[in-house]
Structure formats: C-alpha cells, structure tokens
C-alpha cells in the first residue's frame, strides 16, 4: 500500500467528513507512512484479495450481478469513508469508492430485475472529487425509485448522496444524518523535524509554489483563502441538499454542519420517517411492488408509507433537472427581486413529481424523449424563484398549459403574491392566450385541494 500516496491524497485538500473520521485517517495513515507523533489504534483490516476488482469487470453483464438484490431492490452499501477511484466495487478496508457506486447504480438502473434503488447508508462522509458530484447527479436523475435507508448514520458527503435520494430513513434514537460543511486538514511539522534535528529548505520558482505544505508554517493569508474555498463548497452543498429535500436553503445553512439527530432530522426535513433499517427495507420492497397507478391524465398517485409521501416515479428537482435546457437568461433577470421566502416547498418534505406517460416515446431530434422534456419544462416552472409565493399559478402554468418556460416565469413575475384567486392573478399576468386554459372555479378548487392534500401528507 503506498500510504505517502494516500496522505497526500488527505492533506490540504477540502473534505467532506467529520472530525473524527479525519483524526483516525490523518493518524492510520501517517503513523503507516513512518511519520511520528501520532498515536492511533489502528483497527482497520489488512489488505485482503478482493473477490471482485472494478478493473476486472468489461461492462458486459458478469454470471453473477454486482450487487444484491432484495425483493425487486439493487442494494448498495455505502460504509465507511468514501473516496474516488477505489478501484472496487463493494466496501473495503473501511472505505467505499465513488466508482464502485456508478458502476453498480448503472447497472441497476439498466436491468429488468431492479425496481427500486436501496443505498444503505452507514458513513461520515470523506474525499471532494468530481466522481462525488457525478455520482449526486446520477442519483438524482435516477429514472427508479431510490431510498437512502440509513442503517446509523450518513454525514457529509454520505449525506449529500443520501439527500439526493426519493425517500430518507433514519432508525429512531441512534441515527444521525447532515454535516452539511467542509473541512481541510493542514499538517505543520516544523516543530516536529526541528526536535528531530531536521530542516527542510522549500526552494521555490514562483512565489505560490507549493506554498501550503508541512514543512513551513500555513501563512494567515493563505489560510483565509482557504477557509472562503470550503465556504464556497459548504453553499454548494447546501443548495444540492435544499434543492433535493425541497426545503429552504437558509435552513440548512442554519444548521452550521452540525450533525442531526434523527428526531430533529424529521422535524426540519432532513429525513422523511424514523424506521429502523429492517423496517425502512420492507417499506420501501412494499412500494416498489405496488402496481403503477393514476388518475386519467396518467399522472403518478403518491404512495403513503408509515407517515408519509413518496412518488411512485422519480421527482423532478426544479432547476436540477435542466441539464442541456437552462432556464433563459432574461427570466432569470426577471426573478433577481424574487424574495426568497421558501417557496411552495412543503416543510419537511420533497416536491411533488408527474409522470408523463410519454416518458418512452420517440426520440426527437436531439435524442430527448418528449416526456423528459416535458418533465424539464414543468420542473423549470414549479421550481422557479418567480414560483414562491405564486404556487397555484406556477402548478397550473406547469401541468395544465403547453407554456414554455420563459413565457410562464415572465407571468408569474408580473403576477401578485399571495392568496390572490386563479382568475385575477391571470388577468393580471395580461396574457390573452391563456385564457382558453383557465379552469373553471370548481376545477381550480379541486385543484388546490388536491395539491393542499398532497402537501399536508408529506408535511406530516
């Protein structure tokens, strides 16, 4: 094992775990590299050979798959420490590679066996690597139903995939999830290579090189720049987790990486039931069997679970979901006075999701299904800044007109805030083309009660 590498790999460089998983790594791996002043126990196992190596796999479909599947669900574990380029596909060694995880959530969304995603979650999070945001982007964009069944715990990055997820459990009493923040780790040993009767000259060609390393002291300067970059990755995350649970992003700022317990993880919508793993596997197995449902639109009915809300289909996560379609840049000047009051977003609970049933019809064009760009152009409305506080016109803009996105935020922009009625906020909007599409009041009030339903049962 090269464990100079591997503490290269850890030092003054930004991650996304806890304290004390960056204390035991920093002192396994610099005792192991022959550096002293550490003393840790060291209980990790031993390099074993592995059953089977991520490198050794072709892509094409092995005798045997490459997780386990449970009554119709993929299992994928994520334990321990979570680095990128592992090189395996299942936990080892008290780690869990990003690679392995897209290798295998590839594979179950691809294969026939697979109706729902389990991740089972027990890990403090671990390294920032670009494998980290492809991997939340895969979870997010999963077209099967996914769960983040947390069997303890899942902090940091862990949390950020988990938050990427359809549904959270947490087992009542000993679960934990958040830390939503950043952390690098600097080691100086000036004082130690001086008691040692070493110095160590950096000699430099440029006035930056190399200049946060562990034979001089960090300047001040340098670390407060630092400290703005880990502040940059610790908003970056917060906006994924806020924009994947459906909650207000203030909220989870205000949490300052603190570590949730699971009672207080319900109450502020960083998990949605306290169940414990066995429990939370026979739910989520008791969904993904159920028989697809709707009403005559072929919207998606949502399931109730112990509590609470899940879609039966993948949600659609407001600006998330864009990808190739942006939002125009002249909405989103129009939405720049927008205040950010939390929006229509249940407390507590994910945005609710449609299933268009031309989800597998025929690609256009530029290879895109019609029901993905539909989902896009209904996610861009109801997720929109010019949405907050105008939900019942952004939901009917959304599913019961063909608007395009510009045209639909430029209305909402232009329309009252408030409990203002359907009819006067579309007449305000000034839009003659709409109203061939305007519900009648009994439709509209349907409409909010069946909304208002659906928001009070995720809310709880």
Known sequence: MD??????????????VTPDRARLMLGVLASRAGLSGFLVDDTSPQPEKLDVLAADWNGNRPDRKIYRVENGMAVLPVSGTLVSKLGVLDPWSGMTGYDGLMAKLGEALLDDDVKGIAFDFESPGGEVHSQLFELADMIAGSTKPTWAICSDYAYSAAYWLASQCDHITVPPNSGGVGSVGAVCLHTDMTKAYENAGVKVTVLRAGARKMEV???????????????????????????????????????????????????????????????????????????????????????TTAQHIGGSTMAQNKPTRGKRALADDQVPDDADAAEDDEEDDGGDAPEGGKKPSVKDETDAGDDEGDGKSAGARERKRIASIIGSNAAKGRGNLAQHFAFNTSMSVKDALAALAAAPKGGAGLADTMASAGNPDLSPSAPTPGEQQAVEASWASSFKRVAG
Do not use: C, W
């Open 213 to 299: 390393n562990p034979y001089e002291e960090l300047p001040p300067d340098v670390a407060k720049e630092i400290e703005a970059e880990l502040e940059v990755l610790r908003i970056s995350f917060a906006e994924q987790v806020a924009q994947g649970r459906g909650i207000d992003l203030k909220a989870v700022l205000a949490t300052e990486a603190r570590t949730i317990n699971s009672d207080e993880a319900l109450q502020i919508g960083f998990a949605d039931e306290l169940m414990t793993p066995s429990q939370a596997f026979a739910a989520f197995a008791a969904e993904i069997s159920k028989p697809a449902s709707g009403p005559a639109g072929g919207d």
């Open 3 to 16: 464990y100079p590498r591997l503490l290269g790999r850890l030092l003054n460089r930004a991650h996304l």
